[in-house]
């Protein structure tokens, strides 16, 4: 059964940094697509960044320039390097998966900014 999930969450002042990490175990497989997505309170689940095999990635606008998706070398391992982060940026931060037979969602991080 696979398995995601995230870490590296936390609280950090406006203008920091977090890296948070993604893990699927759990299969051989290697997921086509990997994705951060973030709910802030009373909002909608939105894309924040995506990675794709063998490496392309799509970012959100509102991240563009902050933050960066990449692969780990572990298998089905990656991060997100969060930079300049801004108040609005506070969320749960939910990594996704998807493999040719089916896709899989973690519990999700927290992710606080203060101003």
């Known amino acids: 059964q696979v398995r995601v999930v995230e870490s590296g969450g936390g609280l950090v002042q406006a203008g920091g940094s977090l890296r948070l990490s993604c893990a699927a175990s759990g299969t051989t497989f290697s997921a086509n697509v990997i994705g951060w997505y973030r709910q802030a309170p009373g909002k909608q689940r939105e894309l924040v960044a995506l990675?794709?095999?063998?490496?392309?990635?799509t970012y959100a606008d509102s991240v563009k320039g902050r933050f960066t998706i990449s692969r780990a070398n572990a298998k089905n391992t990656v991060y997100l390097q969060m930079n300049s982060l801004e108040p609005e940026d506070t969320a749960v931060y939910y990594c996704?998966?998807?493999?040719?037979?089916?896709?899989?969602w973690g519990q999700g991080t927290q992710v606080t900014v203060s101003s």
């Open positions: 990675i794709r095999r063998p490496d392309s990635t």
């Open positions: 996704h998966a998807a493999f040719f037979n089916g896709d899989y």
